[in-house]
């Protein structure tokens, strides 16, 4: 759930509150504590492997009986700064992958923490101090009716000021350029051959007592889909990789 760290910020939250505590029935996250704690070292050292850990850190984490919150923070707490390190870090995570760095900061996070992205967000604040009234505000999280991530940033700077960062040296994440088949093909040509690929190789077969699916998460800006009930050759493939 969004915690109002600001005024002027909690109306902004509510419907994204309420959209999270309409998902599916699931059980008590909170009997999960301690695995979401450890887990969120994992994102840690996830952030300073890809180079994102020179901006970004995990400052808490929120488990609640349906949803699960990752706040992450910056190394200062001057709001121009943040401002300034933040596009800084979209503008050079744009240049090695080809999904925006929010997308990214939310997959990895329903990754490590084994949650569904329906009861996850992650939010980045300038500052912590419930004595100080923040000035910079990301919230992701995924909105099913429109079937991709959605962000929501918000600020309340009244001035102009110039900040010079860096570029930052991404180098945990080379190699994940854009393919140039995309330069080629229409995106939404290729989501359908890579989901006829996926069809031929996991549905072709039955097996008893099986019966494989594939459920799409999101076809718009990217494509994920997960396999569901698979047959067991192909559990028994996988576990021969290791």
């Known amino acids: 759930m969004y915690r109002c760290y600001s005024k002027f910020l909690c109306a902004l939250f ?4 309420i959209s999270l ?3 599916q029935e699931e059980a ?9 704690q450890t887990q969120a070292k994992t994102y840690q050292a996830w952030l300073d492997d890809s180079g994102i ?3 970004l850190k995990v400052h808490a984490i929120e488990v609640e ?3 699960l919150s990752v706040y992450l923070s910056f190394y200062t707490d001057d709001d121009s700064k943040c401002w300034a390190q933040w596009e800084q870090l ?6 090695v992958k080809d999904i925006g760095l929010e997308q990214q900061l939310f997959y990895k996070m329903i990754t490590i923490m084994d949650v569904r992205q329906s009861i996850a967000n992650v939010q980045i604040y300038d500052t912590y101090d419930l004595s100080r009234e923040p000035c910079f505000f990301v919230g992701i999280e995924f909105d099913k009716t429109m079937g991709k991530v959605k ?3 918000n600020a309340c700077r009244s001035e102009t000021v110039s900040v010079t960062v860096s570029p930052n040296d991404l180098e945990g994440l080379s190699g994940a350029t854009e393919d140039t088949v995309a330069q080629i093909l229409p995106k939404a040509t ?5 989901l006829d690929f996926a069809e031929n190789k996991y549905l072709r077969k039955t097996c008893e007592q099986r019966d494989p699916k594939i459920v799409v998460l999101e076809n718009d800006e990217v494509l994920r889909f997960r396999v569901e009930d698979l047959c067991l050759e192909v559990l028994k493939d996988q576990s021969n990789n290791g």
């Open 28 to 36: 008590d996250l909170r009997q999960d504590q301690g695995f979401f």
């Open 151 to 153: 962000v929501s940033e």
């Open 14 to 17: 509510v419907p994204l509150t």
């Open 190 to 194: 290729i989501f359908s051959r890579v």
């Open 21 to 23: 505590l309409s998902a």
């Open 90 to 95: 979209k503008l050079d995570f744009a240049a």
């Open 65 to 67: 009986d349906k949803s």
């Open 53 to 55: 850990g020179k901006v």
